[in-house]
Nanobody, 127 residues
Framework: QVQLVESGGGSVQAGGSLRLSCAASGRTYNTQIMSWFRQTPGKEREGVAS???????????SYADSVKGRFTISQDTAKTSLYLHMNSLTADDTAMYYC?????????????????WGQGPQVTVSS
């Protein structure tokens, strides 16, 4: 089992920045990829960014087109915390954001690929 506990989020004006954190604990040694997703009411969970934390392409990152150049995913050197730095936020970035972890390498942007999820802090961007 892997436990994911998120922090950060909140409300910000358009153009502002926020940082989300995700603390991972438990059997993290099997984790291959960690990602951030977001979801708004009535819509499917959307992959935002991912980072490879296992032996395959360690440190390799991927981003949704909608956040490229604005969001940065990173991990601490101890590989126990995941971060999402969000800059130039717009109202379209308003959503619940979720940290996710998978023990398998695959399509990072597909929610069913992930076994473990955080609780989802809310990010609200006002225009």
């Amino acid at each position: 089992q892997v436990q994911l506990v998120e922090s950060g989020g909140g409300s910000v004006q358009a153009g502002g920045s926020l940082r989300l954190s995700c603390a991972a604990s438990g059997r993290t040694y099997n984790t291959q990829i960690m990602s951030w997703f977001r979801q708004t009411p009535g819509k499917e969970r959307e992959g935002v960014a991912s980072i490879s934390v296992g032996a395959i392409r360690t440190g390799s990152t991927s981003y949704a087109d909608s956040v490229k150049g604005r969001f940065t995913i990173s991990q601490d050197t101890a590989k126990t915390s995941l971060y999402l730095h969000m800059n130039s936020l717009t109202a379209d970035d308003t959503a619940m954001y979720y940290c996710a972890a998978s023990s398998y390498w695959g399509r990072w942007s597909l929610a069913p690929h992930y076994t473990y999820w955080g609780q989802g802090p809310q990010v609200t961007v006002s225009s």
